[in-house]
């Protein structure tokens, strides 16, 4: 099975701040990645598919980038509501798996 | 309202068996597949089960194939995920999902299996 490794597992930051969240992916992906947030208590919601395709509904600061093995997640401008955990989803020849997430803290 | 939600949660021992449920509504339930994904409290998601849109092909985890059966009722808007020979690391949040292409693009609520004597 493919395996994805998020970077950091934990991120403290400042509401207005620019921050990144690494995946990457044990062998080549293409562009087959997702990305998720979760909040506690709840369900997680799709934010990109397809490596950098915003899902309908999700605010611009979010964006995603990368092909093959490294993706990234970045929030252009941090609000309040941005808190949470973050996933990343690939999906190669049906065999999905996940990231093992990204909390995402107010310092 | 476009919704999923789940049901048939609860406790059961080891090697028990539970069936779930879970209820589509607000969008043409037997034009997409579905999923069944879980979570163990306090840790990630895992990937469990899906099904095409009109049932002819199923898929499963390692960790649960041999054990669960996914299905559907599409004259009912209804997906199902019965369990058998539960084990304690089963227990978790078990969340229906909509497809997208083999991504989520919505989720139920879940509903939390405990297995435990």
């Known amino acids: 099975d493919i395996q994805l490794t998020q970077s950091p597992s934990f991120l403290s930051a400042s509401v207005g701040d620019r921050v990144t969240i690494t995946c990457r992916a044990s062998?080549?992906?293409?562009?087959?990645l997702a990305w998720y947030q979760q909040k506690p208590g709840k369900a997680p919601k799709l934010l990109i598919y397809?490596?950098?395709t915003l899902q309908s509904g999700v605010p611009s600061r979010f964006s995603g980038s990368g092909s093959g093995t490294e993706f990234t997640l970045t929030i252009s401008s941090l609000q309040p509501e941005d808190f949470a955990t973050y996933y990343c989803?690939?999906?190669?020849?049906?065999?999905?798996?996940f990231g093992q997430g990204t909390r995402l803290e107010i310092k | 309202e476009v919704q999923l939600v789940e049901s048939g949660g609860g406790l059961v021992q080891p090697g028990g068996s539970l069936r779930l449920s879970c209820s589509a509504s607000?969008?043409?339930?037997?034009?997409?597949?579905m999923h069944w994904v879980r979570q163990a409290p306090g840790k990630g998601l895992e990937y469990v089960s899906a099904i095409s849109s009109n049932g002819g092909s199923t898929y499963y985890a390692d960790s649960v194939k041999g054990r669960f059966t996914i299905s559907r009722d599409n004259s009912k808007n209804t997906l199902y995920l019965q369990m058998s020979s539960l084990r304690a690391e089963d227990t978790a949040v078990y969340y229906c999902?909509?497809?997208?292409?083999?991504?989520?693009?919505?989720w139920g609520r879940g509903t939390l299996v405990t297995v435990s004597s």
């Open positions: 397809a490596a950098s």
């Open positions: 607000g969008f043409t339930f037997s034009s997409y597949a």
């Open positions: 999902v909509k497809d997208r292409g083999w991504y989520f693009d919505l």
């Open positions: 989803q690939q999906l190669n020849s049906y065999l999905i798996t």
């Open positions: 062998q080549g992906i293409s562009s087959y």
